[in-house]
């Protein structure tokens, strides 16, 4: 719903629009994304896991479920797979239940508030930090 939904929160850039971004800003990185939406945990459960061998990072926006699943936050800990957490609103300046991320403890860093820019950033940093100059 990217794009339609909540505008004035979220934006107008569709889903498909921020899948072309990154793939234009991972070829300027030497790098690859393979993007993944789905409105069920089981999905991303899924994904997370099978990303074990797979893939050398996880840039996720794990939307509502941030908030509520314990399921994905024990995905991504299981994986042990470099993972950033991105959100194009600013989480902590919105209602109370949407500043608790499970996600957070288990991630390497959170970007949120900077709307279609927060999975760029979050891409360019995974991608440094694979490289070994992240947290420099």
Known sequence: MLGKREPGVYGSTTLAEINNLLAEVALKL???VFPLQSN???VLVDAIHEALGKYQGILINAGAYT???V???DAI???NLPTVEVHLSNIYRREEFRHHSYIAPVVIGQISGFGVQS???GLQALVEHLRGSGGR
Do not use: I
Request: no cysteine; charged share 10%; proline share 0%.
């Open 30 to 32: 030497q790098a690859q």
């Open 40 to 42: 069920h945990e089981g």
């Open 67 to 69: 908030h509520t699943s």
């Open 71 to 73: 399921a994905l936050r």
């Open 77 to 79: 800990a299981a994986v």
């Open 119 to 121: 999975y760029l950033l």
